[in-house]
Antibody, heavy 118, light 108 residues
Framework: QVQLVESGGSVVQPGTSLRLSCEVSGLTFSGSGFHWVRQAPGKGLEWVAVIWFDGSKTYYADSVKGRFTISRDNSKNTVYLQMNSLRAEDTAMYYC???????????WGQGTLVTVSS | EIVLTQSPATLSLSPGERATLSCRASQSVSSFFAWYQQRPGQAPRLLIYDVSKRATGIPARFSGSGSGADFTLTISSLEPEDFAIYYCQQRGNWPELTFGGGTKVEIK
């Protein structure tokens, strides 16, 4: 079955960096686009970034543009989110999600928690 | 930015009752419109995509409708596992993807 497994979440200080990973199995990885979606504690969902199936295009929410970078390694079936200059407001559960082809998210991982605190 | 406003914020109902959840966009949006369910401690799950199409494995008691700026998720008869938070989501002005603030369906 399809599985998305995130990792890399941690407690970090403001201004530092962190890289999240999302390992995917059970589907044709190189044929799918992937997103990162986050959820602050007790809050709603916020789309963060997307990467095309071949990595040719990436897009970001304004709140993370210039600080976060999404990438993928099709040889490792893994999607990454490099997060730089972290802020307290980046504290959230970060979910990796597959795009079903129409800008909706049909498979989700269980999430990895990022806490930015001094 | 297109804003999605969900109402009500909380819906208190009993098992077996019908639930009607609303999502209104700040301007007309495309048909790339979806609904998700999130149970406590779990990741969201896709219920409805492209306004009215049920995702794989979603029971027929869930249905979506709407157009323009007004969309509705209906649960025809609530089961115990349906008490959760529901989010709407739209593509909007690509690459902008936005979610509504959520509606919590709780047991009355």
């Amino acid at each position: 079955q399809v599985q998305l497994v995130e990792s890399g979440g941690s407690v970090v200080q403001p201004g530092t960096s962190l890289r999240l990973s999302c390992e995917v199995s059970g589907l044709t990885f190189s044929g799918s686009g992937f997103h990162w979606v986050r959820q602050a504690p007790g809050k709603g969902l916020e789309w963060v970034a997307v990467i095309w199936f071949d990595g040719s295009k990436t897009y970001y929410a304004d709140s993370v543009k210039g600080r976060f970078t999404i990438s993928r390694d099709n040889s490792k079936n893994t999607v990454y989110l490099q997060m730089n200059s972290l802020r307290a407001e980046d504290t959230a559960m970060y979910y990796c999600a597959k795009d079903r082809g129409t800008y909706h998210f049909d498979y989700w991982g269980q999430g990895t928690l990022v806490t930015v605190s001094s | 930015e297109i804003v999605l406003t969900q109402s009500p914020a909380t819906l208190s109902l009993s098992p077996g009752e019908r639930a009607t959840l609303s999502c209104r966009a700040s301007q007309s949006v495309s048909s790339f419109f979806a609904w998700y369910q999130q149970r406590p401690g779990q990741a969201p799950r896709l219920l409805i995509y492209d306004v009215s199409k049920r995702a794989t494995g979603i029971p027929a008691r869930f249905s979506g409708s709407g157009s323009g700026a007004d969309f509705t998720l209906t649960i025809s008869s609530l089961e115990p596992e349906d008490f959760a938070i529901y989010y709407c989501q739209q593509r909007g002005n690509w690459p902008e993807l936005t979610f509504g603030g959520g509606t919590k369906v709780e047991i009355k």
